[in-house]
């Protein structure tokens, strides 16, 4: 009779073997040898014996028939397929712990929890508006919120860690992902209360040449307005000497130095709204191509829970007209 076992390599029969035999531990494990580099040094940094730790991640390299670490005179290093390995292995532990904070919401009260991530511009605007609406309509839903950029974002929305982003439109959306444009955005030009220009019911952009200007870093959208608006003109502002995204700063650097700053009008009118910023009356050219992606919200194309659901509904109505 022909021999119809599986290779041990099939995928199949790693997947149920570790299903059967794997730890949770042993995950643990892996991201601390990545992060610590040493046997010695992840051994105590899970709690375990250096021999313990040695022999569980024997007992894991012997469950994929292949080594996960290769030693060098330093420590340890992830092999080829440690690479492949250590990102999955982070990836079930930070959904883990997401899932134990959402069991200790629940546990200690909350009839729903809500993950949710945004960009600056949503929190600084959109989402100031809809989330206390929500929270008041909803006194059973406790929202954790995470504010990072969308490098940071989307992998936690792909990973399941975030229930729904509030962002711009990604320059590609996989399929089944779903993004609905709720707010449109535009560049605007501010300055701190009292400025000179301040009041004026219109400024030229020639006026600004000798103004130091504070931007964000290079590759975000603000920036790159920056650049094509001032590209081929024959004088050029200066640069404050630091870029930043964070308010705090450019807001001491507008009031002390006189500069102004180009930021997205969904942060800058939060500013106006708060009487630590204005918007000067200068006219930006607004074509296509150079305009901000307005904000919308990003999940995965699964079906709104009720948090999510009420959450959108807010959303669209905080946008306006």
């Known amino acids: 009779m022909a021999n119809t076992a599986q290779p041990a390599t099939d995928p199949g029969v790693l997947f149920n073997r570790l299903l059967a035999r794997g730890r949770l531990r042993h995950l643990q494990l892996i991201a601390a040898l990545a992060d610590a580099g040493s046997v010695q040094r992840a051994a105590a940094a899970v709690g375990m014996s250096q021999p313990a730790a040695t022999q569980a991640l024997a007992d894991l390299e012997d469950l994929l028939e292949a080594p996960l670490f290769e030693r060098h005179n330093r420590g340890v290093r992830p092999t080829a397929l440690g690479d492949v390995v250590v990102p999955v292995a982070r990836n079930v532990l930070q959904a883990l712990r997401a899932a134990t904070e959402t069991l200790s919401a629940l546990q200690a009260g909350a009839q729903a929890f809500l993950r949710l991530g945004c960009i600056p ?41 975030l229930d729904a982003v509030v962002c711009r439109r990604p320059q590609d959306v996989p399929a089944p992902w779903q993004f609905e444009l709720l707010q449109s955005d535009a560049p605007a030009v ?17 006026r600004l040449v000798g103004l130091p200007w504070v931007l964000p870093p290079r590759g975000m959208g603000v920036r790159d307005y920056y650049d094509r608006l001032w590209a081929g003109h024959a004088q050029q502002p200066v640069l404050y000497p630091m870029a930043t995204t964070a308010l705090p700063v450019v807001l001491e650097a507008l009031r002390s130095t006189g500069a102004v700053s180009l930021m997205p009008q969904s942060i800058a009118q939060a500013l106006v709204d708060t009487g630590v910023a204005v918007v000067l009356a200068v006219k930006l050219p607004q074509a296509l191509e150079s305009s901000l992606q307005g904000l919308g919200l990003l999940t995965t194309g699964l079906a709104d829970g009720p948090a999510l659901a009420a959450l959108r509904t807010r959303l669209r109505a905080a946008s306006g007209p």
């Open 121 to 161: 511009a949503a929190a600084s605007g959109l989402l100031a508006r809809a989330l206390p609406a929500l929270l008041q309509a909803q006194p059973g839903l406790q929202v954790e919120l995470i504010e990072e950029n969308m490098v940071h974002l989307l992998p936690e929305l792909a990973a399941g860690r």
């Open 190 to 206: 501010v300055a701190a209360p009292g400025h000179p220009l301040a009041g004026l019911r219109s400024v030229a952009l020639g």
